[in-house]
């Protein structure tokens, strides 16, 4: 992670989390989600049909969520967006499909494309609209509203963001990661004693953590700036 030079109004570390850790998530939880599904199908009558429309509509996101992903590794992130021909855009997945599992990482995948292509408003408009139940992945959502804030050069709301997503996810890799933006955020804009205070935080809540280790080394280099 690149570190934040003082006086420098924009973070340089943002980037690996908007696409990174979104692309890791969608890989690690879709099983998890379609499992939920299936299981849930099984309870009752009334809900079967409700489950099995809702079932159907993931196979159907899911399926053009698949078609986009070449476009994404191409880095063709405003064909992703509105889509090629046949092939639907993250936009309408997102919004025909809101509330399932594809839909949702949709949603996710469209504020990250917005962000590559440096519209921030239409990315943070995303994050912020996102509703995810997996804490982890509520989380990646609030850490691209902070990823956002800190293109808009709004730095004391990215702070805010990144300390959400480090509340909410659950994964204390992400933890640390994220209190470490914050506080790379609050250094940014020359709030060292609110770095000061979250980089002591991540020393101590997840020692031996790489996030400790970088949060130690600021902490170095802010000490004696401030009283």
């Not at 690996?16 to 379609?34: G, Q, S, V």
């Not at 698949?66 to 509105?82: F, H, Q, T, V």
């Not at 309408?92 to 949709?106: E, V």
């Not at 020359?190 to 790489?210: M, R």
Request: aromatic letters at 10%; one cysteine or more; a positive charge.
């Amino acid at each position: 992670m690149k570190e934040i030079q003082t006086g420098t109004p924009v973070l340089q570390n943002v980037k690996p989390l908007a696409e990174d850790n979104l692309l890791y998530f969608a890989i690690k939880y879709k099983t998890a989600f379609i499992a939920v599904l299936v299981l849930l199908v099984c309870i009752g009558t009334g809900s079967f049909f409700w489950m099995r429309h809702q079932q159907t509509s993931e196979q159907e996101a899911a399926l053009q969520l698949s078609r986009i992903a070449p476009l994404l590794d191409r880095g063709e992130y405003k064909a992703a967006i509105s889509g090629v021909g046949s092939i639907s855009g993250l936009k309408k997945i997102s919004d025909d499909y809101s509330g399932t599992p594809s839909g949702n990482m949709a949603s996710l995948l469209l504020g990250n494309a917005y962000y590559s292509i440096k519209d921030f408003d239409s990315a943070l408009k995303v994050f912020k609209s996102v509703s995810i139940k997996n804490n982890d992945l509520a989380a990646a959502a609030f850490a691209g509203a902070g990823d956002s804030y800190v293109g808009k050069n709004q730095l004391g709301q990215a702070a805010d963001a990144y300390q959400e997503a480090s509340k909410k996810a659950e994964n204390t890799v992400l933890k640390a990661q994220y209190l470490d933006h914050a506080a790379d955020s609050y250094q940014a804009i020359n709030q060292l004693q609110k770095a000061s205070e979250l980089y002591t935080k991540i020393i101590a809540d997840y020692p031996g953590s790489t996030g400790a280790a970088l949060a130690q080394r600021s902490l170095w280099k802010i000490s004696g700036r401030f009283k």
